[in-house]
């Protein structure tokens, strides 16, 4: 039997929808919510949105709705990016159910030295404590979601460049070719950063690169599925 010194954790994976992304309870009343299904979640209801703006001026010329398309697809391309590191965090403050056989003090120091690392590496770092092979850098899902960080820091310490002299916007524009259509509603020789991202195929996408690159790192580390649990709704 449990001592009161010793109270019992138990998880809450499905209690309605605000609790749905994962909330943690001790019997003592202590309450910790997780964020990255939510972030996910938002993700996909941007993306959603962008595509009913689209639908609704479909064959139109290039309008003031176009800077609702730009406010959803960064907000759903923020939300993609933030959930996934909200989820890598997430590994590591639960690292003695993930990590059992890590002495408690070495699995501390590593987090020390991992929390500020990018993303990819501490799925990387998690997997190779899961004695299994690191992120295939070289295939999909692994290289959409190296794009769509790109995407997301080229947003977030965004600097204009003319459209005759791009450097840093030609350089992303490259990183996201042929991986969604450009935006319909702007010209076909325009560059992809830093306006033709913004359409429905590329928060699908940007989207869908997330949830299976956690699916994938799900069945190969064998942590509990979370991601695939939320398919249906993690459709954008």
Wanted: with cysteine; proline share 5%.
């Amino acid at each position: 039997m449990m001592s009161e010194e010793e109270p019992q954790k138990t998880k809450i994976d499905c209690v309605g929808a605000g609790i749905a992304a994962g909330a943690s309870v001790e019997a003592k009343g202590a309450l910790r919510i997780n964020f990255s299904i939510q972030h996910l979640l938002a993700a996909a209801h941007f993306s959603r949105h962008v595509a009913e703006v689209e639908q609704a001026h479909k064959g139109e010329p290039f309008g003031a709705f176009f800077e609702e398309i730009i406010w959803f697809s960064s907000a759903c391309v923020l939300s993609c990016t933030a959930g996934l590191e909200a989820y890598a965090n997430e590994l590591f403050v639960d690292r003695s159910e993930h990590f059992p056989d890590l002495r408690p003090e070495v699995a501390d120091k590593l987090w020390e030295l991992f929390e500020q690392k990018p993303t990819l590496e501490k799925f990387d770092m998690a997997l190779l404590l899961k004695k299994k092979p690191v992120l295939d850098r070289g295939s999909r899902p692994t290289q959409d979601v190296a794009a769509l960080v790109a995407l997301r820091n080229g947003l977030t310490h965004f600097k204009p460049e003319w459209d005759n002299e791009q450097v840093a916007h030609a350089k992303l524009s490259q990183q996201l070719a042929h991986r969604f259509m450009p935006s319909p509603f702007l010209a076909a020789g325009e560059s992809i950063f830093p306006r033709c991202w913004a359409t429905h195929g590329c928060t699908q996408w940007a989207l869908k690169s997330c949830v299976d690159l956690l699916t994938s790192f799900e069945s190969l580390s064998g942590v509990p599925a979370r991601a695939a649990k939320f398919a249906a709704r993690l459709s954008g």
